[in-house]
Nanobody, 125 residues
Framework: QVQLVESGGGLVQAGGSLRLSCAAS?????IGWFRQAPGKEREFVGR????????DYADSVKGRFTISRDDAKNTVYLQMNGLKPEDTALYYC?????????????????????WGQGTQVTVSS
């Protein structure tokens, strides 16, 4: 059984930083981060493969956000720097239960079978 618990959201001023955590248990091949702003679709932010550790990011966050993992703690982190008001959203981590190889894997919501409860990030201008 896969379980995901997010933490670390909050209120920050534009230009500031936050680090989100996703404590994970169970069998999975990748963990993704998604976000959903009010009135908008849930969108891909980034992901990390749990074998090999490769990462992939949406263009909107590339160079500002970094995903890492601590295997000893079974935790994946989303470090967010240079935050902008448009980053305000409910952030979710999600676990992919199936293996996918090749370019573009793990960017779609349908590839993730398990979702955390979400943590709110609010960036003030």
């Amino acid at each position: 059984q896969v379980q995901l618990v997010e933490s670390g959201g909050g209120l920050v001023q534009a230009g500031g930083s936050l680090r989100l955590s996703c404590a994970a248990s169970g069998r999975m091949f990748a963990i993704g981060w998604f976000r959903q702003a009010p009135g908008k679709e849930r969108e891909f932010v980034g992901r990390i493969r749990l074998t090999g550790g490769s990462t992939d990011y949406a263009d909107s966050v590339k160079g500002r956000f970094t995903i890492s993992r601590d295997d000893a703690k079974n935790t994946v982190y989303l470090q967010m720097n240079g935050l902008k008001p448009e980053d305000t959203a409910l952030y979710y981590c999600a676990a992919a239960p199936s293996y996918c190889s090749g370019y573009g894997c793990y960017r779609g919501k349908a590839e993730y079978g398990y979702w955390g409860q979400g943590t709110q990030v609010t960036v003030s201008s």
